[in-house]
């Protein structure tokens, strides 16, 4: 079991999320947080690719695994694993797995409009022969309010999008900012985010 793992984060409010978490399921271990909120800005503007270099020195001195919080750069992130030698695992590998065991009619919900087409190949990836078919929808007006600092209109906004929801086996939270959404709907399909699973993946990997 990993002892200590390094979260890159692209908004400081994943820090205490996190860690609390960490007191929660895993208490021993130990995170150490690298918070870059230009990454997210960069590839949300350029594309997910335009941020590889700038993972390539940040993971190259990571010294041990590295969690990456941000969908939309997880998949460019763990791409380089193999030529950094350096255990790169994405937050959302997890929740696409489990998405794709739960049923074929996947509904994923994001806040900004570059975390589709990552999550997207994700749970094609994941689902690997088997038939899924995938509806992906941005939650209006959420992200504003996120950067704006009201979290929980944040979170009113992404529940009502996953109430919306009909004619889905499961619900994807396609950002680690929306977790907390899936305890404040009320509809009866399947509600996944990220992070208790992507967490637990990573710090029962080995070493």
Do not use: K, N
């Amino acid at each position: 079991m990993v002892t200590t793992l390094t979260l890159l984060h692209t908004s400081p409010v994943h820090v205490p999320a996190f860690d609390a978490l960490r007191d929660r399921d895993h208490p021993g271990a130990v995170l150490r947080h690298l918070v870059v909120p230009e990454l997210l800005d960069r590839a949300r503007t350029q594309g997910p690719d335009s941020v590889a270099a700038a993972l390539r020195g940040l993971l190259s001195g990571s010294g041990g695994p590295v969690l990456v919080t941000c969908s939309t750069i997880g998949g460019v992130a763990e791409s380089l694993g193999a030529e950094l030698g350096v255990p790169v695992l994405r937050l959302d590998r997890p929740m696409a797995a489990a998405a794709v065991r739960t049923g074929p009619r996947i509904a994923v919900l994001a806040t900004v409009e570059s975390t589709l087409a990552p999550t997207v190949e994700l749970l094609a990836e994941e689902a690997g022969d088997r038939p899924v078919s995938v509806r992906t929808h941005v939650v209006a007006g959420a992200w504003a309010r996120f950067e704006d600092g009201d979290s929980a209109g944040y979170l009113d906004l992404v529940a009502e999008a996953a109430d919306a929801v009909t004619d889905a086996d499961v619900i994807v939270l396609a950002q680690a900012s929306m977790a907390d959404a899936a305890s404040l709907t009320e509809t009866r399909i399947p509600v996944l985010d990220s992070p208790a699973l992507g967490l637990a993946a990573a710090l029962c990997s080995a070493p």
